[in-house]
């Protein structure tokens, strides 16, 4: 099936029916946004087996991960809609009149940014795509969402679009509120992004695709924030007093290791593309284990021929550079769009001065670099760009013999991952999915877990305002029972 | 006086010490920055007479205004202090392992995000500048700060600037927490925001000059944000039932906006620079009884010669117009620095069809904007740009009657206020002061208020720590007896 890619008119017409649409979402209560969400995930299990069997089609993903994927959808729409209804994100600040000293009352709380334009993520057809978290969170905040369709599965897209269409309409509101476009060509993302209605954008891809979004919006006359995640080889340092307890802990990260590197074929923005150790014969032993789990291991087909393309010839690059050492490649041979699980090695000063073997290679793909001591060690991790995560394998005392290390890969990461792989992302409030430029465009937000509905929202003070006249959420009598900062102090209770 | 402008090798080197200041900084505990935020406001209080005077001499503002200023920037350095040490701003929130579900212990916090450049203001020459709401906001998050003097009263931060530094030397931390430099030329500033170490941007000024920070800022090759606050002409909608409500109350209005509109000689950023009515006849008495009080004025000597220059330029270019009239200048002769109270009025029409009309005229002028009737006022509403505040002069009546132009309002405004004038901001943790671009570069962020703190931090969260290795803030005894979210409980107890 083929979809044709809006037009500049076609998209213009979408984005002014959002902002009426926005008019009234906005005035919904938090009940009834939260009962639409839990109404979008009714509708994604109702579209049953055609949803995952479209999707198989189109992703090549297994149905197994497919089904979990879906749940994971379901479940983030329904603990983003609690988190909607609990108002934590409100942040109600409410300072009562002080006529002594002319202080006026003041109440303060968070209003819906507009619509919101999201583009679908190729490696995530349901979780971070047209039903996703970025799209839950936004209708959360009271935004209209705008979906741009991934291409490589838009006819997935297409059905959970419907899904979404249809609890929009059962819910009697104006169907306004989310609308759904189809675009290969750059210009469908350009005009979503740069339409005056637009408000912000969610995107989950390339690095050149979201640095085009971030530079188109804030060239716009009124630039709109924009939250890109663009990659990230999430480091995973190897500290010697780990490494050196025991052959049998050498070996069981070596197995915890390959076992994330080839996990979803390598296709997960978690996925631990680099790890760093200090030369010597535990870190020989580990990469010797790590070897044989790889060179064991079986290739998997990739989510779509472009992407398997481009891990053949992005990693043949990082493997042709001087001082690149392959150290094992899956002996099965990969039949087509398939991607062979490599690990590489490299000296510490040869990754440091190569700026190509820092570059993501999407896949079953994973580079050793072997620091001569400690202080190359934290020379490679006050060199890295920002990562979505960075994994110190250590005891506690390698944690506290290594300072610097540990402080300088806090500085790059938003998740800091102690004796685990980076791989597997809680959806949850204390999840921090973002991290510094580049693996994201804003370090401050994250795209996973409810804090994500921030993105979505700015503050609004009311001045002077009579009781009646204030939205609930910062009436006297707190008839929504939030959590409020009233005069500096914590309460739930009314004012 | 004169101070060299600081060279590209100074600032490099300035630089350097400010990113290794903050490595320790970082480690101090909230009490500890506390403590160092209250002896910054000893130290200014400290430094006297010779603070306001030098004052005086540099801006022509008032003592009594300047005795204020510097008391309400005390204020905010021990107001702050209080929030630091409270530590809502941590938003600490933690989920414990689900072994079950393969759920890892999460724990998230806000960490300071790196050294803070911060631009002083030349309107306020203690509150926004040197040890102004952004300094004091960036030190309780655990961020350097390096301010660049506005050159119109560098010997002023200068003094303030050995305050800082006398607080910090006696707190034992590093110089390098706080730097002051001069500069005339834009070369400092740019030299500044792109600067690998610099990590964020305060900024209150002029729209050319925050443009220009932002678009250094986003072009950098890691894009780091910018808070800039350029401007806003703050509009008051004059609602019909409220005008309307008696002779003596369209007097009363028109007192309060004229004493608003001089206040300062018109140099707060939250001076009202556009009234909006519907013609008729209690829009000439509100016009009549506005143009008696700015006739009457006294004409006030501005901040500096660069901004009486800029006020009767700009003043004289919106006079010209077509369809511009000038309802009263005030009738006693501006000596040499002053800027003459003025109102003018125009038609809605001739507003919404001449964009020169919607900009800043920065001093003690504003113009009445005559709409034919309710529809003309939401034409108004729907394309005045983003500002800091809006203000409505209704009754309850005229709200509920006015929905649209009430909705258009609050969606270009940080503030949002009833029956009350923009000028006065009260420091608070429920002001928003920030609005859609262009009053500020980003309106998700306050620059008055505790919530201020935020613009300085992004979020960390740690997976599988030990509890010994855990920051106070996030270990299981909740040592610093914070407010903290576990498990989607909000709760200060120990976990």
């Known amino acids: 099936m083929k979809f044709q890619d809006a ?5 213009d017409s979408i984005m002014n029916k959002a902002w009426q649409a926005f008019l009234v979402y906005r005035q919904t209560s938090l009940k009834q946004r939260a009962d639409l969400m839990r109404s979008i995930a009714q509708e994604m299990e109702a579209a049953g087996d055609e ?17 979990n994927e879906r749940a994971r959808t379901m479940f983030q729409l329904t603990s983003y809609a609690d988190a909607c209804e609990a108002g934590h994100w409100l942040e109600v600040r409410i300072d009562t009149a002080v006529p002594d000293k002319g202080d006026p009352d003041l109440r303060k709380w968070q209003v819906p940014i507009g619509p919101v334009v999201v583009f679908g993520a190729s490696n995530f057809p349901f979780a971070y795509s047209t039903a996703g978290g970025d799209t839950a969170s936004a209708l959360a905040a009271g935004c209209p969402v705008i979906v741009k369709a991934h291409p490589a599965h838009a006819e997935t897209s297409e059905i959970v679009a419907k899904a979404i269409t249809r609890a929009i309409a059962k819910a009697n509101l104006p169907a306004g509120v989310f609308a759904h476009v189809h675009g290969v060509g750059f210009e469908t993302g350009k005009a979503l992004v740069t339409h005056t209605h637009t408000r912000a954008v969610g995107f989950t891809g390339s690095y050149g695709g979201g640095k085009a979004l971030f530079d188109w919006a804030n060239q716009r006359k ?9 990659g990230s080889i999430n480091p995973i340092f190897l500290l010697p007093g780990k490494l050196a307890s025991s052959a049998k ?17 390598g296709q997960f923005c ?34 779509h021929p472009g992407i398997a393309k481009a891990y053949t010839e992005k990693k043949a690059a990082a493997l042709a550079e001087a001082d690149v050492t392959t150290v094992a490649v899956a002996a099965v041979e990969p039949q087509i769009n398939q991607g062979a699980p490599t690990v590489a090695s490299a000296t510490a000063k040869a990754f440091l001065g ?9 896949g079953p793909y994973t580079l050793v670099i072997q620091c001569k001591n400690k202080e190359e060690m934290l020379g490679v991790a006050q060199h890295l760009e920002g990562q979505l995560t960075v994994s110190l394998m250590a005891t506690d005392q390698d944690v506290i013999d290594h300072p610097e290390v540990v402080a300088a890969a806090q500085d790059i990461c938003g998740r800091f991952i102690l004796n685990a792989v980076p791989t597997g992302v809680r959806v949850a409030l204390s999840m921090q999915h973002g991290g510094p430029f580049p693996a994201t465009t804003d370090s401050r937000f994250t795209s996973v877990g409810a804090d994500g509905i921030k993105r979505w929202v700015r503050p609004l003070s009311y001045q002077g305002w009579s009781d009646v006249l204030l939205p609930d959420a910062l009436k006297n009598g707190n008839p929504l029972h939030l959590w409020r900062t009233i005069n500096n102090k914590l309460t739930n209770d009314p004012l």
Chains 1, 2 share one sequence.
Do not use: W
């Not at 949803?51 to 089904?67: D, K, Y």
């Not at 802990?249 to 074929?265: P, Q, R, W, Y």
């Open 249 to 265: 802990e050498a070996k069981e990260l070596a197995a915890l290791c390959a076992g994330s590197v080839m996990l979803g074929t």
């Open 51 to 67: 949803l995952i069997h479209t999707a198989m089609r189109e992703t090549n993903l297994p149905e197994a991960r497919l089904r």
């Open 222 to 230: 009124q630039p709109i924030p924009v939250f890109a995640e663009m």
């Open 354 to 362: 190569n700026p190509l073997l820092h570059q993501e290679v999407f």
């Open 7 to 11: 037009t500049v008119a076609e998209i």
């Open 270 to 303: 978690t996925n631990p593309g680099l790890i760093v150790g200090v030369e010597g014969k535990d870190l020989d032993l580990f990469i010797e284990e790590l070897g044989v789990a790889i060179g064991k291991a079986t290739p998997g087909t990739m989510l």
